[in-house]
């Protein structure tokens, strides 16, 4: 039977090997860098301004209304998906009014798209057409983006991305405002500013023109133009979105700019609670440093007990405790 440091030597040194492997290998199988999770939970935006103006698609006679207006962006990540890339989903819609005390949800709605495309898990990039379904009955389309939506780059940097302005079907500059913290986290802030666009230069599209009626009654061809200032607030870590902000100025004008009829007036936010569980959401993903540093460390004790294995199994310590 072989002595108890003997087997205890050996136990030493097998420990130490597996410690040494995971510290290893680990780092090709475990993502700890803040790439976009795939178990990620469904994430919802919402933005609500209790005094919108907008028009009504159910009855186009009543003009500009002043009525709340909400926003939702629904972000899910999907299947197919690998280490490096991801399928994402987003649902976007607007609504008028409260759900509870004005009408059915179709007599509400103003908007909604679906978007499917594909993006890169540590960037954020855009990697394929974005294929584009208007719940309102135009058929599904699709349009490329050099940039990226909702996803910013892990470790986020103090500078300008190209980010989606789902309006004008391209990505448009964010440019980097400041850094804060918030709750432990370094929160980066970034605005994009989109002045007078007008939206048919971008894509062809019945929305984006209109008949207009001049002073002296004559008509004219009318364009949708589009202002916005959009401001981000990203977990630098992660890159993931963790507060929104909009102030949406559209309306039809003639071909100088000059705005006849208002099509949507909207500034909103996200409220504390929803920021709050964003950045908690963030905070759950791995950090890439710490499980950087726990391997290092792995590895240091698995070579110290690789060691001390090797030592017992020579039988050193029993010939010390013998001298002795």
């Not at 987003?90 to 007599?107: A, H, K, L, S, V």
Request: charge should be negative.
């Amino acid at each position: 039977m072989l002595p108890k440091s003997r087997i205890i030597s050996a136990l030493l040194l097998g420990i130490g090997v597996a410690l040494v492997v995971w510290g290893l290998v680990a780092p090709r199988f475990v993502h700890a860098d803040g790439r976009l999770p795939l178990d990620l939970e469904a994430t919802t935006y919402v933005l609500h301004d209790a005094d919108a103006q907008t028009t009504i698609n159910s009855d186009p006679a009543a003009g500009v209304v002043t009525t709340p207006v909400t926003r939702q962006l629904h972000f899910e990540v999907m299947d197919p998906a690998s280490a490096e890339e991801a399928t994402i989903r987003i649902g976007d819609t607007y609504m008028r009014g409260n759900p509870d005390t004005q009408g059915f949800e179709q007599e509400r709605l103003l908007s909604a798209t679906v978007s499917s495309l594909r993006i890169d898990r540590l960037s954020g990039e855009v990697l394929s057409d974005i294929s584009l379904t208007n719940q309102l009955a135009s058929p599904t389309v699709e349009y490329s983006v050099d940039g990226i939506w909702l996803k910013f780059p892990t470790d986020a940097a103090a500078t300008t991305y190209n980010v989606l302005d789902p309006t004008l079907r391209k990505a448009m500059p964010a440019d980097f405002v400041e850094s804060t913290e918030l709750e432990g986290r370094q929160i980066m802030h970034y605005r994009q500013v989109i002045d007078n666009a007008n939206v048919a230069e971008s894509f062809a599209d019945s929305n984006n023109t209109t008949t207009l009626t001049k002073e002296d009654g004559g008509t004219t061809t009318g364009y949708l133009y589009h202002n916005v200032t959009r401001d981000f607030w990203v977990d630098q870590k992660t890159g993931l979105l963790v507060d929104l902000a909009e102030n949406i100025n559209d309306y039809y004008g003639d071909r100088s700019g000059q705005k006849y009829e208002q099509k949507l007036l909207f500034d909103a936010s996200l409220d504390d609670a929803a920021v709050a569980a964003l950045v908690q959401q963030a905070a759950e993903i791995p950090d890439a440093e710490v499980i950087e540093t726990l391997n290092k460390v792995g590895i240091g004790v698995g070579a110290v007990l690789i060691l001390l294995g090797l030592l017992g199994s020579f039988g050193v310590f029993a010939k010390k405790r013998r001298k002795a």
